[in-house]
């Protein structure tokens, strides 16, 4: 469904990703691994528009995304959760779905008036059945900025979800998570893909990343070095190098 073809992202004289190539297929958790700096979150913000690629392909569902505009690529179908929380710290935990939820239905709606009077219910229960499956129906009316750190990746997630994504990329979603966070956020993502949706994440914690992707590829100094399941790439030497490696620095 994602088809990345030889992208390659410059910063003046660094080279970010270098000529990478893979796809993501439905229904697939895809893992994204490597060390800091390997260039994981820039891939992530060519796929989502909010960077341009320097050469390259990135397609999905048979669209071109390169050039096109982030709230473009959103409709199509991509939503994405952010390595820094970005949340309306202000709003309450609920409104933070709501606001999300109106961002898409806009674009299909002829009028407030209409979308207040025939919407509204859907859309409060549907925020509310969000909530549920993220485990905040409880916090529901609390302000955002009072949930605990992990409570506040689990909205993040929450919030991309409202969008109604096809594809929906994490990054880091486990970080600053405790152990048993991180084991509950596996099972919230399992089921996620269990209804009909891709996840593409990016993560640090080995644990999340073996336990549940299906497929995983492994980015150093912006090239893409290995690829393969799980058991592979905990086999393969080139991961291990560049793992290994940096360590030293
Ligand atoms: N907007 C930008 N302008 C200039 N350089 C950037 C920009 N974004 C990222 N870089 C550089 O590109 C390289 C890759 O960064 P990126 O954030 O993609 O790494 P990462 O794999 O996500 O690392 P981490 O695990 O630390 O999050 C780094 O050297 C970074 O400094
Ligand atoms: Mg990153």
Avoid at 128 to 153: F, H, T, V
Avoid at 207 to 226: K, Q, T
Wanted: a negative charge; proline letters at 2%.
């Amino acid at each position: 469904m994602l088809e990345i073809a030889h992208i390659s992202k410059d910063f003046g004289g660094l080279k970010a990703l270098k000529e990478i190539t893979f796809h993501v297929k439905e229904k697939q958790i895809y893992g994204l691994i490597g060390p800091n700096g390997a260039g994981k979150t820039t891939l992530f913000n060519l796929i989502t528009g909010f960077l341009p690629a320097t050469h390259g392909s990135i397609q999905f569902l048979g669209n071109e995304l390169t050039g096109l505009k982030a709230h473009k690529i959103a409709k199509l179908g991509i939503a994405r959760t952010f390595q820094n929380i970005r949340l309306f710290g202000t709003m309450t935990v609920k409104e933070n779905i709501l606001v999300a939820q109106n961002i898409r239905a806009r674009s299909g709606v002829t009028s407030l008036v209409q979308f207040f009077s025939s919407k509204e219910r859907e859309l409060q229960e549907k925020a509310d059945d969000l909530l549920k499956r993220m485990g905040l129906w409880e916090k529901r009316k609390e302000q955002s900025l009072s949930l605990a750190y992990g409570e506040q990746r689990r909205l993040e997630i929450a919030r991309a979800l409202a969008l109604e994504p096809r594809l929906l990329l994490l990054d880091e979603p486990a970080a600053g998570m405790n152990e048993a966070e991180t084991e509950d956020l596996l099972g919230r993502i399992s089921e996620i893909r269990n209804t009909g949706k891709a996840v593409f994440l990016i993560e640090h914690d080995m644990n999340v990343v073996m336990g549940i992707c299906d497929y995983i590829s492994v980015l150093n100094f912006g090239e893409l070095i290995a690829e393969g399941t799980p058991d592979e790439i905990q086999a393969s030497e080139a991961v291990i190098e560049a793992y290994l490696g940096r360590e030293e620095e």
